[in-house]
């Protein structure tokens, strides 16, 4: 399986700044997630982060909060941009290492955010 | 999209007690995974569930998939503190490939 790190672990940020989360894995994947996390709760999943092209975005989710990119096979960032005490939550990514179906999902073990 | 419903939504038992988990949907599964996420982890696999009527064993963890595919169980027999977790089932979703679809997950917390 992938091993996937996260970048950071966690953070405290002020109302109205941006912060970027990166997320490396140790081998090419062929898919690659983002999700949201409030404690105890589900996952959401944010978008489908797609290499070389434009990010495929869940309802309720918008490029304009939350950019993605994905320039390579390995690697992908989420930006939580202009933070509000909403945004507080736990961003995962997490990937699909083959072609086939019924593959898991491996996930990085998450971006604690804190917003004030 | 189908509904996937989980329940309970906590649990919370002594150790050497038995659980189980349940989730159901209204509609058939084309296969069902189950994950359990530990404090500052991400969610890791458990067991694919693909055949209706099949039941799989990890150590004292016994995952059941119903004859229709509508429903499933996780069901751990003499819990232990270390088996205290969340604990999700996800299905793949027919609109893209690869994309999972989570339940709203059981948090099991088992005391010694």
């Known amino acids: 399986s992938a091993v996937i790190s996260q970048k950071p672990s966690r953070d405290i940020c002020q109302r109205g700044t941006s912060l970027t989360i990166q997320c490396q894995v140790d081998s090419q994947v062929t898919m690659m997630f983002w999700y949201r996390q409030q404690p105890g709760q589900s996952l959401t999943l944010i978008a489908t982060a797609n290499q070389g092209s434009e990010a495929t975005y869940e309802s309720g989710f918008v490029i304009d909060k939350f950019p993605i990119s994905r320039p390579n096979l390995t690697f992908s960032t989420l930006t939580v941009s202009n933070m509000s005490p909403e945004d507080s939550s736990i961003y995962l990514c997490s990937v699909v290492t083959s072609g086939f179906s019924n593959q898991p999902q491996h996930f990085g073990d998450g971006t604690r955010l804190s917003i004030l | 999209t189908q509904l996937l419903e989980q329940s309970p939504q906590f649990l919370s038992i002594q150790e050497g007690e038995n659980l189980t988990v349940y989730c159901n949907s209204s509609s058939v599964f084309s296969s069902l995974q189950w994950y359990r996420q530990e404090p500052g982890e991400g969610p890791v696999l458990l067991v694919t569930?693909?055949?209706?009527?099949e039941v799989k064993k990890l150590k004292r963890l016994t995952f059941q998939f119903g004859d229709a595919r509508k429903d499933s169980s996780l069901h751990i027999t003499a819990a232990q503190p270390g088996d205290t977790g969340l604990y999700l089932c996800?299905?793949?979703?027919?609109?893209?490939?690869?994309?999972?679809?989570f339940g709203a997950g059981t948090q099991v917390v088992v005391t010694p």
């Open positions: 996800a299905q793949l979703t027919t609109d893209s490939w690869g994309k999972l679809q």
């Open positions: 569930v693909v055949t209706g009527g």
